[in-house]
């Protein structure tokens, strides 16, 4: 689930298509992995304080708006260091220190915490990645991330 645009019409998109069901299904019955990228990945929480729509609901959890503070801007874009918060076959395949190009105004924020593989900061540490049965999201966009996103990438393709 690639993402660039806004929660309720990034919502709205997938129910005019009848994907959110699919997607609840794949989730549940763990027939085929699903990476969500960016929006795609905030997409599968219960809700946004960007919008009135609710989630895939298939991570619990809300996405948050991240605010400006003296030496952070939003939206967040550029390069950034990652935390590995949680070995996986994913963050397994990630040299140290790794980097990726984050574009964002909103954060997600599992309930729990224990999915997190990957943080990051931007005035406040978030979730830069998360891992949850057959579902993999990340905050960041590997397609623009150079070798790091690639490492990402063939992670998620052998898990």
């Not at 990034?10 to 129910?15: F, I």
């Not at 299904?25 to 599968?44: H, P, V, W």
């Not at 003296?70 to 990630?94: D, I, K, Q, S």
Request: proline content about 4%.
């Amino acid at each position: 689930m690639p993402g660039v645009g806004s929660f309720d019409a990034g919502m709205a998109s997938l129910r005019a298509r009848g994907l959110d069901r699919r997607l609840k299904t794949i989730a549940a019955d763990g027939s085929a992995k699903i990476l969500g990228l960016c929006l795609g990945m905030q997409l599968m929480f219960d809700s946004s304080s960007e919008g009135i729509s609710k989630g895939l609901g298939i991570v619990s959890g809300e996405v948050l708006k991240l605010q400006p503070q003296a030496m952070t801007r939003v939206p967040h874009m550029g390069w950034n260091y990652v935390t590995v918060r949680r070995e996986t076959r994913v963050t397994g395949c990630l040299s140290e220190p790794s980097r990726f190009y984050f574009a964002h105004s909103y954060y997600a924020v599992p309930r729990d915490d224990d999915i997190v593989t990957l943080s990051a900061e931007h005035g406040v540490e978030f979730c830069a990645s998360f891992e949850k049965d057959n579902l993999v999201g990340a905050q960041f966009h590997p397609e623009k991330s150079h070798r790091y996103g690639l490492e990402f990438l063939k992670g998620f393709m052998q898990a």
